[in-house]
């Protein structure tokens, strides 16, 4: 098990935490346990504790409705959504927050391209009412309109969705490698310096 307080000192909202699980992973062995908690970690909220004593998660555990249903839901906000995975990408991620940015100005600029493009088509829509419209008061929707919505939305995902795959495709610079390159090359120079005796 693990037991898992804090001591409230934060002020206002501060010291609240929600605590959803806890993963540990033995470095040698690359095995995870998992402590699945799913409550508040505040006085004023939940049932009033502040400290916890998480058991070991079994299969069981790990596969309950509200755990999955949790976990999926975060994923799908921090990894799915674009325009949220610019907020929550989760740290471990090598899709960056700059290359989701950079996606969704792509779609967002594209978008207002196609819809320059088309702009003169539904103003003579406008002028050419159908039978095919609908209009909520001020509010006027040709089929004309719909269609042209459909294929610009279609338009736009298309290179969006061809960059998000370059973006989680390509690899990021290790900066690992280039540190221990940097390192090797100052110790040989210190090597070279030093008197031979």
Same mark, same amino acid.
């Given at each position: 098990?693990?037991?898992?307080?804090?001591?409230?000192?934060?002020?206002?909202?501060?010291?609240?935490?929600?605590?959803?699980?806890?993963?540990?992973?033995?470095?040698?062995?690359?095995?995870?346990?998992?402590?699945?908690?799913?409550?508040?970690?505040?006085?004023?909220?939940?049932?009033? !504790?502040?400290?916890?004593?998480?058991?070991?998660?079994? +299969?069981?555990?790990? /596969? =309950?409705? &509200?755990?999955? %249903? #949790?976990?999926?839901?975060?994923?799908?906000?921090?990894?799915?959504?674009?325009?949220?995975?610019?907020?929550?990408?989760?740290?471990?991620?090598?899709?960056?927050?700059?290359?989701?940015?950079?996606?969704?100005?792509?779609?967002?600029?594209?978008?207002?391209? !196609?819809?320059?493009?088309?702009?003169?088509?539904?103003? +003579?829509?406008?002028? /050419? =009412?159908? &039978?095919?419209? %609908? #209009?909520?008061?001020?509010?006027?929707?040709?089929?004309?309109?719909?269609?042209?919505?459909?294929?610009?939305?279609?338009?736009?995902?298309?290179?969006?969705?061809?960059?998000?795959?370059?973006?989680?495709?390509?690899?990021?610079?290790?900066?690992?490698?280039?540190?221990?390159?940097?390192?090797?090359?100052?110790?040989?120079?210190?090597?070279?310096? =030093?008197?031979?005796?």
């Amino acid at each position: 098990y693990i037991r898992i307080w804090h001591d409230n000192s934060g002020k206002g909202t501060s010291a609240s935490w929600f605590l959803k699980y806890i993963i540990v992973r033995d470095l040698q062995t690359m095995e995870k346990s998992y402590f699945i908690c799913q409550n508040w970690l505040a006085v004023e909220k939940g049932d009033g !504790l502040i400290e916890r004593i998480l058991p070991y998660a079994d +299969e069981s555990q790990k /596969n =309950q409705f &509200s755990y999955l %249903l #949790s976990k999926q839901a975060y994923h799908s906000m921090s990894e799915g959504h674009l325009w949220f995975s610019i907020f929550s990408r989760p740290p471990s991620n090598k899709f960056t927050r700059v290359q989701r940015c950079t996606c969704c100005f792509v779609l967002l600029f594209t978008a207002m391209l !196609l819809n320059i493009l088309y702009y003169d088509q539904t103003n +003579e829509t406008k002028t /050419n =009412q159908t &039978s095919g419209s %609908l #209009s909520f008061g001020p509010l006027y929707i040709s089929s004309q309109q719909i269609s042209i919505g459909i294929i610009v939305e279609i338009l736009s995902f298309v290179p969006s969705l061809l960059l998000v795959q370059f973006f989680r495709r390509i690899n990021p610079r290790n900066s690992h490698n280039q540190a221990s390159s940097l390192r090797d090359a100052i110790y040989k120079i210190k090597q070279q310096k =030093q008197p031979i005796s």
